[in-house]
């Protein structure tokens, strides 16, 4: 995971060199992001809250209602990552698939854009 919408923001800037477009639709999801998943977490909030927690049973129906829930943040957060991968140039693509390998992670797949076309006039 990227992490977009948490606190590395400008860790993303840097190690991936983002231009300014980028920059702009980095902070317009994570805006999205961290609005969608406040939704979430005052879900998980209100069930912590309120569900029934004295019995065996009803912490297993907790457990299983709190993994749905943070299944949607995980999966928002996913499909956020996948759209500022989908900006992201070969070169930083290719940065971020490196990345990946130093830290045993599996990268998304998604197809970045590539380079401008330039005249060279």
Same mark, same amino acid.
């Given at each position: 995971?990227?992490?977009?919408?948490? !606190?590395?923001?400008?860790?993303?800037? +840097?190690?991936? +060199?983002?231009?300014?477009?980028?920059? #702009?639709?980095?902070?317009?999801?994570?805006?999205?992001?961290?609005? $969608?998943?406040?939704? @979430?977490?005052?879900?998980?909030? +209100?069930?912590?809250? &309120?569900?029934? +927690? !004295?019995? &065996?049973?009803? #912490?297993?129906?907790?457990? &299983?209602?709190?993994?749905? %829930?943070?299944?949607?943040?995980?999966?928002? $957060?996913? /499909?956020?990552?996948?759209? #500022? %991968?989908? #900006?992201?140039?070969?070169?930083? @693509?290719?940065? @971020? %698939? /490196? %990345?990946?390998?130093?830290?045993?992670?599996?990268? @998304?797949?998604?197809?970045?854009?590539?380079?401008?076309?330039?005249?060279? /006039?």
């Amino acid at each position: 995971m990227l992490g977009l919408g948490g !606190s590395s923001a400008e860790t993303i800037i +840097q190690v991936f +060199q983002l231009n300014e477009e980028q920059i #702009l639709k980095m902070n317009e999801w994570t805006a999205e992001l961290k609005l $969608t998943n406040k939704v @979430y977490q005052e879900e998980i909030t +209100q069930l912590f809250d &309120t569900h029934p +927690q !004295s019995k &065996t049973e009803d #912490l297993e129906a907790l457990a &299983t209602k709190y993994k749905v %829930l943070k299944d949607k943040v995980l999966a928002n $957060t996913r /499909e956020y990552d996948k759209r #500022l %991968l989908k #900006l992201f140039n070969p070169k930083q @693509y290719d940065r @971020y %698939l /490196e %990345l990946c390998a130093t830290a045993n992670r599996i990268p @998304y797949q998604v197809v970045p854009r590539p380079y401008p076309f330039r005249n060279p /006039e």
